[in-house]
Protein backbone atom coordinates (compact mmCIF):
# COMPACT_ATOMS: atom_id res chain seq x y z
CA UNK A 1 0.00 0.00 0.00
CA UNK A 2 1.27 3.43 -0.60
CA UNK A 3 1.71 6.00 1.92
CA UNK A 4 0.66 9.86 1.19
CA UNK A 5 1.60 12.72 3.19
CA UNK A 6 -0.20 16.38 2.26
CA UNK A 7 0.73 19.35 3.56
CA UNK A 8 1.42 17.94 7.35
CA UNK A 9 2.14 20.23 9.90
CA UNK A 10 2.92 19.63 13.43
CA UNK A 11 4.32 21.49 16.62
CA UNK A 12 5.51 20.85 19.73
CA UNK A 13 4.48 24.43 21.86
CA UNK A 14 4.76 26.76 19.78
CA UNK A 15 7.37 25.19 17.02
CA UNK A 16 6.77 23.81 14.38
CA UNK A 17 8.41 20.77 14.45
CA UNK A 18 7.09 19.45 10.73
CA UNK A 19 6.05 22.38 8.39
CA UNK A 20 3.74 21.73 5.67
CA UNK A 21 5.88 18.51 4.12
CA UNK A 22 4.36 16.87 1.56
CA UNK A 23 5.49 13.54 0.14
CA UNK A 24 4.32 9.94 -1.77
CA UNK A 25 5.84 7.04 -1.51
CA UNK A 26 6.07 3.91 -3.87
CA UNK A 27 3.84 1.02 -2.92
CA UNK A 28 6.32 -1.76 -2.68
CA UNK A 29 9.19 0.70 -2.51
CA UNK A 30 11.75 1.85 -0.13
CA UNK A 31 12.32 5.81 0.51
CA UNK A 32 14.92 7.18 2.52
CA UNK A 33 14.20 10.20 5.09
CA UNK A 34 17.26 12.36 5.44
CA UNK A 35 17.77 15.04 7.57
CA UNK A 36 20.49 16.77 10.01
CA UNK A 37 19.35 15.97 13.53
CA UNK A 38 16.47 18.08 14.89
CA UNK A 39 14.75 18.01 10.87
CA UNK A 40 11.74 16.37 11.51
CA UNK A 41 12.48 12.74 10.63
CA UNK A 42 11.40 11.03 13.70
CA UNK A 43 7.99 13.17 14.27
CA UNK A 44 7.04 12.52 11.00
CA UNK A 45 7.39 8.63 11.55
CA UNK A 46 5.60 9.18 14.36
CA UNK A 47 2.95 11.25 12.68
CA UNK A 48 2.45 8.41 9.45
CA UNK A 49 2.23 5.96 12.09
CA UNK A 50 -0.58 7.11 13.89
CA UNK A 51 1.09 7.67 17.46
CA UNK A 52 0.49 11.72 16.72
CA UNK A 53 -1.97 13.57 15.60
CA UNK A 54 -1.46 16.07 12.56
CA UNK A 55 -2.22 20.00 13.20
CA UNK A 56 -2.98 20.38 10.10
CA UNK A 57 -2.90 18.23 6.54
CA UNK A 58 -3.36 14.80 6.02
CA UNK A 59 -1.88 11.31 6.09
CA UNK A 60 -3.15 8.53 4.14
CA UNK A 61 -2.58 5.17 3.67
CA UNK A 62 -3.59 3.90 0.48
CA UNK A 63 -7.24 5.65 0.78
CA UNK A 64 -7.79 6.02 4.41
CA UNK A 65 -7.08 9.12 5.93
CA UNK A 66 -4.92 8.02 9.23
CA UNK A 67 -6.42 10.42 11.40
CA UNK A 68 -9.69 8.10 10.99
CA UNK A 69 -8.71 5.03 11.43
CA UNK A 70 -8.64 3.32 14.57
CA UNK A 71 -5.35 2.13 16.48
CA UNK A 72 -5.56 -1.15 15.77
CA UNK A 73 -6.56 -0.84 12.24
CA UNK A 74 -3.30 1.10 11.89
CA UNK A 75 -1.21 -1.25 14.22
CA UNK A 76 -2.23 -4.17 11.94
CA UNK A 77 -0.49 -2.62 8.87
CA UNK A 78 1.64 -0.12 9.68
CA UNK A 79 5.13 -1.70 12.18
CA UNK A 80 7.48 1.33 13.83
CA UNK A 81 10.82 0.98 14.61
CA UNK A 82 11.69 3.99 17.13
CA UNK A 83 15.27 4.48 17.56
CA UNK A 84 15.34 3.18 21.28
CA UNK A 85 13.32 0.63 23.08
CA UNK A 86 14.22 -1.19 26.15
CA UNK A 87 12.61 -2.80 28.97
CA UNK A 88 13.11 -3.63 32.62
CA UNK A 89 10.86 -7.32 32.22
CA UNK A 90 12.61 -10.45 32.34
CA UNK A 91 11.57 -11.24 28.64
CA UNK A 92 13.23 -13.24 26.18
CA UNK A 93 14.42 -12.46 22.76
CA UNK A 94 11.40 -14.69 21.58
CA UNK A 95 8.95 -12.63 23.55
CA UNK A 96 9.94 -9.75 22.15
CA UNK A 97 9.08 -10.46 18.61
CA UNK A 98 5.94 -12.13 20.19
CA UNK A 99 4.96 -8.61 21.03
CA UNK A 100 4.77 -8.36 16.93
CA UNK A 101 1.85 -10.24 16.68
CA UNK A 102 -0.36 -8.16 19.21
CA UNK A 103 -2.81 -6.31 16.63
CA UNK A 104 -3.75 -9.76 15.01
CA UNK A 105 -4.76 -11.47 17.75
CA UNK A 106 -7.84 -10.77 20.35
CA UNK A 107 -7.56 -10.08 23.82
CA UNK A 108 -8.62 -13.58 24.54
CA UNK A 109 -6.55 -14.66 21.14
CA UNK A 110 -5.23 -18.29 21.16
CA UNK A 111 -1.59 -18.58 19.97
CA UNK A 112 -1.69 -20.17 16.70
CA UNK A 113 0.07 -21.71 14.11
CA UNK A 114 0.12 -18.44 11.97
CA UNK A 115 1.80 -16.34 14.83
CA UNK A 116 4.91 -18.77 15.61
CA UNK A 117 5.21 -19.30 12.21
CA UNK A 118 5.74 -15.12 11.53
CA UNK A 119 7.59 -14.98 14.61
CA UNK A 120 10.34 -18.40 13.57
CA UNK A 121 10.72 -16.50 10.06
CA UNK A 122 10.92 -12.89 11.70
CA UNK A 123 13.94 -14.03 13.99
CA UNK A 124 15.70 -16.10 11.21
CA UNK A 125 15.74 -12.90 8.51
CA UNK A 126 17.62 -10.99 11.15
CA UNK A 127 19.78 -13.99 12.25
CA UNK A 128 18.29 -13.99 15.73
CA UNK A 129 16.80 -17.51 15.72
CA UNK A 130 19.37 -19.37 17.42
CA UNK A 131 18.98 -16.56 20.08
CA UNK A 132 14.90 -17.09 20.81
CA UNK A 133 15.19 -18.60 24.41
CA UNK A 134 18.15 -15.71 25.65
CA UNK A 135 17.12 -12.56 27.98
CA UNK A 136 16.09 -9.58 26.10
CA UNK A 137 18.62 -7.13 28.63
CA UNK A 138 21.98 -9.55 27.57
CA UNK A 139 22.07 -8.30 24.33
CA UNK A 140 24.42 -5.79 23.02
CA UNK A 141 22.58 -2.62 21.38
CA UNK A 142 23.20 -4.10 17.88
CA UNK A 143 21.49 -7.02 18.97
CA UNK A 144 18.59 -5.25 20.69
CA UNK A 145 17.89 -3.51 17.60
CA UNK A 146 18.09 -6.05 15.35
CA UNK A 147 15.60 -7.93 17.85
CA UNK A 148 12.80 -5.25 17.20
CA UNK A 149 13.40 -5.46 13.58
CA UNK A 150 12.14 -8.91 13.81
CA UNK A 151 9.37 -7.47 16.36
CA UNK A 152 8.22 -5.39 13.46
CA UNK A 153 8.85 -8.01 10.75
CA UNK A 154 6.10 -10.60 12.48
CA UNK A 155 3.78 -7.73 12.59
CA UNK A 156 3.52 -8.67 9.09
CA UNK A 157 3.16 -5.33 8.00
CA UNK A 158 1.92 -3.77 4.45
CA UNK A 159 3.86 -0.28 5.77
CA UNK A 160 7.36 -0.74 7.55
CA UNK A 161 8.77 2.61 9.12
CA UNK A 162 12.22 2.38 10.50
CA UNK A 163 13.96 5.55 12.76
CA UNK A 164 17.88 4.98 12.49
CA UNK A 165 17.81 1.32 12.26
CA UNK A 166 21.39 0.39 11.92
CA UNK A 167 22.18 2.73 15.01
CA UNK A 168 24.62 0.64 17.52
CA UNK A 169 25.17 -2.12 14.69
CA UNK A 170 28.52 -2.97 12.71
CA UNK A 171 29.00 -2.50 9.37
CA UNK A 172 27.76 -6.08 8.13
CA UNK A 173 24.63 -6.06 9.75
CA UNK A 174 23.93 -2.10 8.46
CA UNK A 175 24.14 -3.59 5.29
CA UNK A 176 22.41 -7.13 6.35
CA UNK A 177 19.18 -5.06 7.39
CA UNK A 178 19.16 -2.78 4.74
CA UNK A 179 19.59 -5.28 1.98
CA UNK A 180 16.69 -7.38 3.85
CA UNK A 181 14.62 -4.32 4.27
CA UNK A 182 14.99 -3.69 0.52
CA UNK A 183 13.95 -6.45 -0.21
CA UNK A 184 10.87 -6.72 1.46
CA UNK A 185 7.39 -6.61 -0.35
CA UNK A 186 6.16 -4.08 1.52
CA UNK A 187 6.50 0.14 1.81
CA UNK A 188 9.21 1.12 3.72
CA UNK A 189 10.15 4.57 4.85
CA UNK A 190 13.59 4.85 6.84
CA UNK A 191 15.09 7.71 8.33
CA UNK A 192 18.52 7.50 7.63
CA UNK A 193 22.23 9.60 8.58
CA UNK A 194 24.56 8.14 6.88
CA UNK A 195 24.01 9.40 2.93
CA UNK A 196 26.19 6.34 1.48
CA UNK A 197 23.99 3.61 3.28
CA UNK A 198 21.19 5.76 2.29
CA UNK A 199 22.37 5.67 -1.89
CA UNK A 200 23.24 2.37 -1.82
CA UNK A 201 19.95 0.64 -0.50
CA UNK A 202 16.63 3.59 -1.28
CA UNK A 203 14.55 3.91 -4.48
CA UNK A 204 13.75 7.07 -3.51
CA UNK A 205 14.90 10.40 -0.84
CA UNK A 206 13.58 13.20 1.25
CA UNK A 207 15.61 15.12 2.81
CA UNK A 208 13.88 17.70 5.72
CA UNK A 209 15.42 20.49 6.52
CA UNK A 210 14.27 22.43 9.85
CA UNK A 211 10.96 20.48 9.18
CA UNK A 212 10.33 21.47 5.52
CA UNK A 213 11.10 19.01 2.69
CA UNK A 214 13.62 20.67 0.62
CA UNK A 215 14.17 17.42 -2.15
CA UNK A 216 12.74 14.57 -2.86
CA UNK A 217 13.72 12.15 -5.73
CA UNK A 218 16.03 9.32 -7.08
CA UNK A 219 19.52 9.07 -5.14
CA UNK A 220 20.49 11.03 -7.79
CA UNK A 221 18.26 14.05 -8.04
CA UNK A 222 18.47 14.43 -4.55
CA UNK A 223 22.22 13.52 -3.38
CA UNK A 224 24.05 16.75 -5.25
CA UNK A 225 27.17 18.69 -3.39
CA UNK A 226 24.86 21.74 -3.53
CA UNK A 227 22.24 19.99 -1.29
CA UNK A 228 25.02 18.18 0.78
CA UNK A 229 26.77 21.59 1.80
CA UNK A 230 23.53 23.47 2.35
CA UNK A 231 21.48 21.39 4.36
CA UNK A 232 24.44 19.42 6.58
CA UNK A 233 27.38 22.32 6.04
CA UNK A 234 30.09 19.69 4.71
CA UNK A 235 31.75 19.94 1.46
CA UNK A 236 31.26 16.62 -0.35
CA UNK A 237 32.22 15.00 -4.05
CA UNK A 238 29.23 13.22 -5.48
CA UNK A 239 30.46 10.28 -7.67
CA UNK A 240 29.23 6.81 -8.89
CA UNK A 241 30.61 4.30 -7.45
CA UNK A 242 32.51 1.83 -10.09
CA UNK A 243 32.10 -0.83 -7.49
CA UNK A 244 28.18 -1.17 -6.82
CA UNK A 245 26.35 1.45 -9.20
CA UNK A 246 25.12 3.98 -7.16
CA UNK A 247 25.64 7.07 -5.61
CA UNK A 248 28.86 7.80 -3.53
CA UNK A 249 29.53 10.69 -1.49
CA UNK A 250 32.92 11.48 -0.17
CA UNK A 251 33.46 13.73 2.25
CA UNK A 252 36.22 16.90 3.13
CA UNK A 253 38.39 16.77 5.98
CA UNK A 254 37.90 19.80 7.78
Known amino acids: MSITVDKVQWAAGNRLIVDGVSLDVTPGKMLGLLGPNGSGKSSLLRLISG ?3 VKSGVIRLGDADVSSMRRIEIARRVALVEQ ?4 D ?5 G ?4 LGRTPHRGA ?16 KQVDMAERAGQLWHTLSGGERQRVQIARALAQTPSELLLDEPTNHLDIQHQLEILSLVSRIPVTSVVALHDLNLAA ?12 RLVASG ?9 LIKDVFGVCALVTRSEFH ?10
Open 84 to 87: QSGT
Open 51 to 53: LRK
Open 95 to 98: DVVK
Open 200 to 211: MFCDSLAVLHYG
Open 218 to 226: TPEEVLTET
Open 89 to 93: AQLTV
Open 245 to 254: GRVQVHYRMA
Open 108 to 123: LGAWNADDQRAVSNAL
